[in-house]
């Protein structure tokens, strides 16, 4: 069941019993969202999205393996979550244009790709500062999740992989996290460097793109390492494809899950 995207069904009575309806403006409105979601389709992954690596079901082999081979993927976005997706978009634009207005600007969106593991993404933004590329990642977070990036200075763990990520491929030592408070639009810079931890970090989860691919390419269907009810499974794309579609075929190698330190 989808999040209700309505605060609050309970309005004032109208005291014209023909006249205008809060309750049926408020479904109307909602369903003029969802007519924004995508429609289930066909797709097949040609390369690792930086973005999904390391979060929900990109966690998951077997998902890759299907991903890589090719299903219908079920759109599982609920309104709020399309409205989220919406706001993020315009933070990101927003700030990406004031980026763009400082001295130390180089571009924003490029487009990053990598043969081994195949890799294809789009940093949001990149610095030039004394003559060295610096790549920054914008995120917007909620006041209990910023107040958490705030005490700790780290971004999320899979924001991590994501831009330390790019980072390997344009051959940057330096990068930074641009966390924006949704509440009061105050914001974070959060440094991150391509030291020996980090450099460990991204290399361990490259080899594991790697066996991932590879089963792919060998034909070799990984086992579940997930339950349905499990977080991985629950927003997953090809979920039905997985355990309906598939539901005899246990897989034929283990590749254990993507499981990140917080």
């Not at 040609?46 to 299903?71: D, E, L, M």
């Not at 991150?192 to 594991?208: A, F, G, R, T, Y």
Request: include cysteine; proline fraction near 5%; charged fraction near 25%.
């Amino acid at each position: 069941m989808g999040r209700d995207l309505i605060a609050n069904l309970k309005f004032q009575k109208m005291a014209d019993p023909d006249g205008f309806d809060p309750i049926k403006f408020a479904k109307m409105y909602e369903e003029a969202v969802l007519s924004g979601k995508r429609p289930n389709e066909f797709t097949q992954k040609k390369t690792f999205s930086p973005s999904s690596v390391g979060y929900g079901n990109g966690n998951c082999p077997r998902y890759w393996f299907i991903a890589f081979t090719g299903a219908e993927f079920e759109n599982k976005t609920d309104a709020m979550g399309i409205s989220n997706m919406d706001n993020g978009t315009y933070v990101h634009e927003r700030i990406q244009k004031n980026m763009a207005k400082t001295p130390v600007f180089k571009e924003n969106e490029p487009e990053i790709t990598h043969n081994d593991p195949p890799i294809r993404g789009f940093a949001d933004t990149i610095i030039n500062w004394n003559g060295k590329e610096v790549v920054g990642e914008i995120k917007s977070a909620k006041q209990e999740i910023f107040d958490i990036r705030q005490a700790e200075m780290q971004g999320l763990p899979y924001h991590k992989i994501q831009l330390l990520t790019y980072m390997k491929i344009r051959g940057a030592q330096q990068g930074f996290f641009f966390y924006e408070n949704k509440n009061d639009n105050s914001f974070l810079v959060i440094p991150i460097n391509m030291d020996e931890k980090n450099s460990k970090l991204i290399n361990d989860v490259w080899d594991w793109l790697r066996k991932v691919y590879g089963a792919y390419e060998a034909g070799t269907l990984p086992e579940r390492t997930f339950t349905k009810s499990q977080w991985a499974c629950k927003g997953c794309p090809v979920k039905n494809v997985c355990w309906k579609d598939m539901k005899n075929e246990i897989g034929d190698v283990y590749i254990e899950p993507l499981v990140l330190e917080k």
